[in-house]
Each structure stands twice: as C-alpha cells, then as structure tokens.
C-alpha cells in the first residue's frame, strides 16, 4: 500500500518512521505548502514531492494519506481525500468539535473508505494489556478512573506564542484532551461531561490568559473519571489508573509500563512486605523488557515510537483488508471523544482577555526584528517600543505576541527564503536585528537553512540600503574548553569547525561568510554573541546549563563549579539596541555576557533559596559524554545508516561546560554597556521575577 503524508512538520517524522519501521505500508508521497518542508520528508523515504492535495490526488500517487497539518485543516482534508478514494489517518485532535467530527464520519460512510483518528497513546502493548484486565474483570468491578496529563509545557512560559494551541484558550484542551478522553471512551464508552475546573491562569503577552490546569470530573456508562491536566514545572506523570474491587492498574503510558495492585492472604505481618515485593518485581519487570526493547532496535521502539507504530499498523490493516478499522481509532470513538471535548469546552469559565487598542495610526517602523517571537526577540521588540520605536516583526504567520502594540508593532508572515518579500519587509527600515535560526541534523541541511538564509538576508538587506545589521551568533561557537584561556571578541574561531556541533559550527560559518561580505562589499554589519540568557520569559529547563531529565533533575555539563557566562534578557536587549546604533559598531562583534557571579551550582542553589526548589543536580563527566556520544554516532551510521550523523569532539562537549571565562569589556568600553553587577537584583529578575515553574 501507498501511504502519502500531508503536512511535513515534527509529527510527520513520527509517521513516516513509523511506517518503515512496521513495513505496514510504502511513504509514496509528502505533500506540504513547503516544497522544501516535503523535500526534506521525502528525501528520507525515496517518495515523491507535492506542494497541493489536489495533485497528489491527480497524479494517483497514493492509497492512503496520513493528515498531519495542523488542527484547522484537518475535516476539509479528510473529506477531500475519502472523496478521492483515499483511505485517512488523521492526526489528533481529529477535529475541532462535533459538527467537523460528523463531516468526516459521513464523508467515510459515502466513500466506503477507512477513517482513523490518530489517538496514539491507544496504541502501546501497555494499554491492550490494561484493556485486556477491565474486559476480562480481572481488575474486578471498576469504579473509578484516573486520567493524567501532567507535563510541563514550556511554551506557556517562554514561547513561541504562534503556536496553534497556544492561540485560543480552549486549543490546549483540544490538543491535549484527545489523549486522556480516548482512554475513557476506549475502555468505558461513551463520556459525560460532569463538571470542569481550570487554574493556574498564565498571562500571554498581547494575548490574555491560559490556564495551566484543568480538572474534569465525568462519568462513563458505571465509572467515575477524573482527567486532569497540568502544565507547570512539575513532575512527569502521565497515566491511567483504573480502580476495581479486586485490583488497581496504573499504566504509564509515556513509558509503556503497566502495574497492577492486588490484595493477598498472607497475614498482617507478611501482607505489606509481599504487596511491595509484588511491585517491586513488576517495576523490574517493565524495566527490563522496556530497556531490552530499546536497546534492540536503537531506540526505534521507545514509548512514544511504539504508540505511533500500534496506531500506524492498526489503520493500515484496515485499509488492506477492508475490515473496519479496529475500535480503539474508529469513526465512532472518534465521534465520542469529539463530543467530550466539545462538552467540556462548553463549561470553560471566562478568562481574562488580552488589552488590545483599537488601532489609532499605522506603525512607522525603522526597525525590523526577523525572529521577533521568540524569546529575545518579543523582549526586543517590546524594548524598542519603550524607546519609543515603531517595530516591524517577520515571522511565520501573522498571529503574535504583540497585539497589545497595534500601533507601534507590525507583524508580516515572510519566508525568510523569499527574496522579493524581505525585501518588500525591509522597505523604510533602517535597521535589522538577524535573530533567526535553524537547528538541523546535518551539515548539507545548514549551509540551506541556516547559512543560505543568513547570506539571503544580508543580500536583502543590501539591496534595500539597510544602514545596519546585527547578526546574533552565539558563544557555543568558541573553543570554551581550556580553563585557562580568556575569551575576548579578539579569541578566534577554529579554522576547522567540523568536529563541533551543527549548532556552534553553523552559527560560525554564517558569522564568517558575513564577515566576507562586510569586507568585500561593505555589508553594514555587526555581530552580537549572547551568553547563557535566562530571565523573565526564559525557560527553566536551560540546555546551555546540562542535559535536564524533567523539571527536577538536571546533569551539568562538567562539575559545575566554573562561573557560567549568564546574562539578562534585559542586558541582552540594551547591548543590541546600543549595536544598532553606534556608528562604530559597524564591522565590531561582541559578546553579551553579564558579569560573572555564579557556577551553575550556585546558579540552581538560588532557585532553591529563591522560590523553595530543591532541583536534584548531577555532575556530568565529559569524557563519559562523549565516549557516549561516539558510540551512538557509529550506530546512527553503520547501524540506521544516517549519513550525515555528526560526532562531536572531546573539546566540543567541554565547550558545553563553559570552562574558559569571558571578557567583557569591549562592549562596556565602546557601547557603555552596563549589565547588571548586582547579585542579589540579579537573583531577583533571573529567578524570582522569572516564572521559571509557571506558578
């Protein structure tokens, strides 16, 4: 069978392995509005490339598609391809309420053709065990149901706010409810909604309130159900529990491990020692088998892999047969959690709405800021408009975090791979803050997305008279792993930059081809490096800081007793304001670093004095880092054949750790730049005032 994927964002990687990895059916087709987005899909899988539907369906290219666009689009696809003949996977949330769900379903009756609700969490062997227990009553008579989501999401913290679940308060149900209802609904039947409570609400710049969590209390045929949901920094519980009178299963469905509680008949002595022994030996158990799993297929079947590879088969099987597609993802369950969901959303209470002014006048902007969403780029903005400044933003969409600032921000949806639309944005502009950037997985993939689209801009840039440009390039692109050198703007990059990681080699190549044009055709350009930036809208979970396992345990990189080169999102703006307008900023770089204080050590002691957060901290051995790292690399090439899998080099992982320490001066000396010297306001804005936990 000839499966076409539509939509080649993040879960579409998802799909696609999952089909190669099942064999349940041939990736025949990608089609996304990006031609280079399908490309990208494609080319990994050998299939053809369309940038419509309607010619993926002209060309007979496919059999089946899986719909993995975002939500909005989800029940006019569906339709159009059960229309064509197509059988349809479609990715959750399936549909945005009841009426679309119907749509769909009756588009599937008339056609004869398989529809499938992506609810893939149905799909881990754990569940079709729990399933099993509750319809052979070995759970006895169950009574209650509990359903949990709680799983920090950091984008209600530090963005990016144009995200499509971001954007309405009730999309964070409709992107994360499918995952809990279709567990009730599966197991129980049909839901009724009793009753929802949602806190914690977070204020979205220009964007008004989201909750961070949601209690619903339900009902389904015999069973009371609890779904809750939790979006703050917390620990990582996503499970079912379900209650009988002869036992009680909780599964772990983000880890695929399913453990059962029983009574026993020993007596008062024995029984609490062989009820734990019990558990013990079944924790094991699902260890084992999880990590033997794992380690036989390369990680191919982790959790989340196996629930996609369960939904994927289940839908083809189907498709092949002519059977109807098995219960767990059919039209019917589909139509129910739709139903729920819609029930719910009914019961949402008022939340507070963003302060949007009418529009007085159009914006004026001298300034653009590419990457203006993200998380120094909303706090440049906003600091260009308290100068006083009018703004342009270019981002991916015009849905943006400044809808409060009608009349001093204008947000323009360009591809930044679009010649004549920068140059059209950068029409007036004076200067450009170039915070763009692209983390790929290979050196080819880079140079097109990250190099060329930097060199697209200066050329813009040029060609519209822009008087300046700042480049943000970052620090990770200097050798920081010898102690007892001090880094200044003068310390060089590496000649040979490919034994770093894309991210810090990328970044270099994009500074020196600049540089090159700056020297040969008089670019007006200058280059900022930010440090480590932490502070109000930053994330807690910082990776310039160690490999984080959820929000409580992190391992530094290294001892962590070396001072981090942190810096403020406040300094941060000042500096590149001030390199956008000195005139002897042009053909300068700088490095953004605040003044030096605190290890990472005594950077997470802080948290805990600060807001009462014992975070468990780990030293990482670098050299165990990287011997690591060396073995999955011949694994990712010999074994998964990733061609271009990257080995970073000893003194690439000790440059994560920070070691050689930063100079300063230059910026303070010819920008007057003036970072924060003061530890305890330091502590203030970084930590106390950062929402780092979201409550």
């Known amino acids: 069978m000839r499966a076409g994927i539509i939509g080649a964002g993040y879960i579409a990687d998802w799909h696609a392995d999952a089909l190669r990895t099942t064999g349940a059916a041939q990736v025949a087709a990608v089609c996304d509005l990006s031609r280079e987005a399908a490309e990208a899909l494609a080319g990994a899988h050998g299939a053809q490339v369309f940038t419509s539907v309607e010619a993926m369906i002209a060309a007979g290219a496919v059999d089946a598609v899986h719909i993995c666009t975002p939500p909005q689009l989800h029940a006019d696809l569906a339709v159009q391809c059960l229309e064509a003949g197509l059988h349809c996977l479609v990715e959750k949330p399936v549909a945005l309420s009841l009426a679309e ?3 769909m379903a009756e588009a599937a009756k008339r056609s004869g053709k398989v529809l499938a609700s992506g609810h893939n969490f149905l799909g881990i062997p754990g569940y079709r065990r729990l399933k099993s227990m509750v319809a052979e009553g070995r759970l006895g008579r169950v009574a209650q149901a509990e359903i949990n989501w709680h799983f920090p999401l950091a984008p209600l913290r530090s963005g990016p706010y144009g995200l499509w679940l971001l954007r309405e308060p009730g999309n964070l149900l409709l ?4 995952h809990l209802v279709a567990f009730a609904v599966d197991l129980f039947g049909p839901v009724e909604i009793r009753h929802l409570e949602v806190g914690r609400p977070v204020d979205l710049p220009g964007m008004g309130e989201r909750p961070q969590v949601w209690r619903v209390f339900a009902r389904a045929g015999e069973v009371d159900v609890s779904f809750n949901i939790s979006l703050v920094e917390i620990m990582d519980d996503r499970s079912v529990t379900v209650r009988g009178s002869s036992g009680m299963a909780r599964l772990d469905y983000a880890s695929d491990a399913l453990v059962v509680h029983r009574e026993n008949t020993a007596d008062i002595v024995a029984n609490p020692f062989l009820h734990q022994m019990a558990l013990a030996g079944q924790h094991l158990r699902e ?10 297929s390369l990680n191919r079947k982790s959790a989340y892999a196996l629930s996609f590879q369960g939904t994927v088969a289940a839908f083809h099987a189907a498709a092949k047969s002519g059977q109807p597609v098995d219960a767990r993802f059919g039209p019917e369950a589909g139509l129910e959690v739709a139903r729920a969901l819609e029930a719910t959303l009914d019961r949402l209470p008022h939340l507070k709405a963003p302060h949007i002014p009418a529009q007085s006048r159009k914006p004026q902007p001298r300034a653009l800021v590419i990457g203006g969403t993200g998380f120094i780029g909303r706090h440049l903005t906003r600091a260009l408009v308290a100068r006083g400044e009018d703004v342009r933003v270019l981002s991916r969409g015009r849905i943006g975090p400044f809808a409060d600032l009608p009349d001093q921000v204008e947000t323009m949806g360009v591809s930044l791979k679009d010649a004549d639309g920068l140059r059209a944005a950068m029409a007036g502009i004076e200067v450009i803050y170039n915070l763009a950037r692209s983390l790929e997985t290979t ?14 801009i200066a050329r813009a840039a040029q060609e519209a008279g822009v008087k300046r440009l700042v480049y943000t390039g970052t620090i990770a692109s200097y050798d ?3 102690p007892g050198q001090r880094i200044t703007e003068a310390t060089g990059f590496a000649e040979d930059m490919s034994d770093r990681n894309l991210y810090a080699r990328s970044k270099a190549e994009c500074e020196r081809q600049l540089l090159q044009m700056h020297r040969e055709t008089g670019l007006p350009l200058t280059i900022a490096r930010p440090g480590i930036v932490v502070g109000p809208g930053g994330p807690l979970q910082h990776w310039g800081i160690g490999r984080w396992h959820g929000a409580g345990a ?19 703006c000042d500096g ?3 390199m956008g307008d000195h005139p002897e900023a042009i053909g300068e770089s700088f490095n953004l670093v605040g003044e030096p204080m605190m290890s990472a050590r005594d950077y997470f002691d802080a948290i805990h004095a600060a807001l009462g957060a014992r975070i468990t901290v780990r030293p990482g051995n670098l050299h165990l ?3 690591a790292d060396a073995v999955k690399y011949r694994l990712k090439r010999h074994v998964l054949g990733r061609k271009g899998a990257v080995r970073a080099s000893l003194r690439d992982w000790k440059s994560r750790a920070h070691l050689s320490p930063f100079d300063n001066a230059r910026p303070k000396t010819l920008l007057g730049w003036q970072p924060e010297s003061d530890r305890a306001r330091f502590v203030d804005k970084a930590i106390r005032d950062a929402n780092l936990f979201g409550f």
Request: charge should be negative; charged fraction near 20%; aromatic fraction near 8%.
């Open 101 to 103: 769900m119907e749509r």
């Open 175 to 178: 992107e994360l409810g499918p």
């Open 287 to 296: 260890g084992m088998v999880n990590g033997a799993r794992q380690l036989v």
């Open 443 to 456: 050196w080819e993939a880079a140079l097109e997305n990250d190099v060329g689209v930097a060199l697209g």
């Open 480 to 482: 920081m792993s010898d």
């Open 554 to 572: 992190v391992r530094i990189w290294g001892k962590g007793r070396n001072i981090l080169p942190f810096v403020l999102i406040g300094d941060v």
């Open 576 to 578: 590149l304001i001030a």
């Open 625 to 627: 880092f990287w011997a």
